[in-house]
């Protein structure tokens, strides 16, 4: 796990927890031992290289992504992504349609009103 997301998640933890409980529990791996605690959620966080971690979180959230680092990508890396950024451009279909129909050819067929 990178630091940078190391210190969004406890920079989040600690906006929910007063003084007293900032101890070594907020980095823990196992469960918090302890009977008193602030409502946190199950969430999933999603790295940008698609890794996925299950965290609490103190939103009720389901999955949270974190961006993407474009730095870190190559060239033809960034350029797809920019391609699929762009608005798909319309298709316009015109059809001609030759239109050769003679209404004097089927005068014939009509009746005379009397």
């Not at 969004?8 to 007063?18: A, E, M, Q, Y």
Request: aromatic share 6%; proline share 5%.
């Amino acid at each position: 796990m990178t630091t940078k997301v190391l210190l969004t998640l406890k920079s989040s933890i600690l906006n929910v927890c007063p003084k007293r409980y900032l101890n070594n529990t907020l980095s823990s791996v196992t469960k918090i031992h302890r009977d008193i605690y602030p409502r946190m959620y199950p969430t999933t966080v999603v790295l940008s290289d698609g890794a996925s971690i299950n965290i609490r979180y103190h939103e009720p959230r389901k999955i949270i992504k974190l961006p993407l680092d474009l730095s870190q990508l190559t060239e033809e890396e960034k350029k797809m992504r920019l391609e699929k950024r762009k608005p798909k451009k319309k298709v316009k279909i015109t059809d001609d349609v030759e239109d050769d129909f003679n209404a004097k050819k089927y005068l014939k067929y009509m009746k005379k009103k009397k």
